[in-house]
């Protein structure tokens, strides 16, 4: 009989996964199935579907929103990522215990670096929104070598409160929060990322051609929307590097994929599967 792994959040029938999983599966000969599973809007609805999963012999979940801090709270152990991040996005079920993991980050910083070919060691990194996205990516672009990392949000005190709390743990990464009022004085980045949601209500956030560094590259996390209004920001202020979140999203699947079954996955044929042209 299959392995059996899932996908949970609220609502799920837009997820890519099962799709992306089923790809990994045939590629490395995985005898499993991959499924979408709707938690629910109900209180308790996730830690239900969580429990019957686990009984029928699920081997393992990947948890999207809303409930990646639900996720964290049910695990019986953690990796640091998902500990300073405070949230999990992958679930692994052995010998009766919970392994909850945060692959997020790691998928976004694998895309940048080997799928968009730029190297973070060294570089200075703007992360837009003090929200999970961006607690789940500190940490990584830190552990790759990042030379200065700001925190930018529309309100200074959340931006500047993540940044204290996080910096410890960044090995002496200087990381600094501001409000998005203040980027003026923080000079030029050489990679700018929206982890706000802004885009998906057809809005960028408020940041300064100056923010852009000759040559930076411009990301926005969410994905399969075309050319967002952060991307056409970017690119009105001069930024010919844009891409968006669909590498990120693969290749955090991709780091799940590998903890669950020991191999990782080739990522080229979901990337040109799932890319959708900036214009």
Not at 205 to 225: E, Q, R
Request: charged share 20%.
């Amino acid at each position: 009989m299959p392995d059996r792994y899932a996908v949970i959040g609220h609502p799920i029938a837009h997820s890519k996964s099962p799709f992306i999983h089923g790809l990994f599966a045939q590629a490395t000969g995985q005898d499993m199935v991959y499924e979408a599973i709707d938690g629910g809007a109900e209180p308790g609805g996730f830690e239900r579907a969580l429990a019957a999963f686990r009984a029928a012999g699920g081997r393992g979940m990947n948890v999207t929103l809303p409930f990646k801090l639900a996720a964290l709270a049910v695990a019986d152990s953690a990796s640091e990522d998902a500990r300073l991040a405070g949230a999990a996005n992958t679930l692994s079920f052995e010998g009766g215990r919970i392994e909850a993991r945060n692959t997020d980050g790691i998928g976004l910083v694998r895309d940048i670096e080997v799928n968009l070919g730029l190297p973070l060691a060294g570089r200075r990194v703007l992360l837009l929104g003090a929200g999970g996205a961006t607690r789940g990516a500190v940490r990584p672009i830190a552990r790759a070598g990042a030379a200065r990392i700001v925190i930018a949000n529309r309100t200074a005190d959340k931006a500047e409160a993540l940044a204290a709390e996080l910096a410890p743990h960044l090995g002496g990464v200087p990381l600094v929060g501001c409000g998005l009022a203040a980027l003026g004085t923080q000079g030029a980045f050489d990679v700018v990322i929206n982890a706000t949601s802004a885009s998906l209500d057809g809005q960028a956030p408020a940041v300064p051609a100056g923010a852009f560094a000759p040559g930076a590259l411009a990301y926005d996390m969410v994905y399969g929307k075309g050319l967002t209004p952060f991307l056409r920001l970017a690119r009105q202020a001069g930024c010919a590097r844009l891409a968006d979140g669909v590498g990120m999203l693969v290749e955090q699947a991709a780091e799940a994929f590998a903890a669950w079954r020991g191999v990782r996955p080739d990522t080229r044929e979901a990337l040109a599967r799932l890319t959708v042209p900036l214009a």
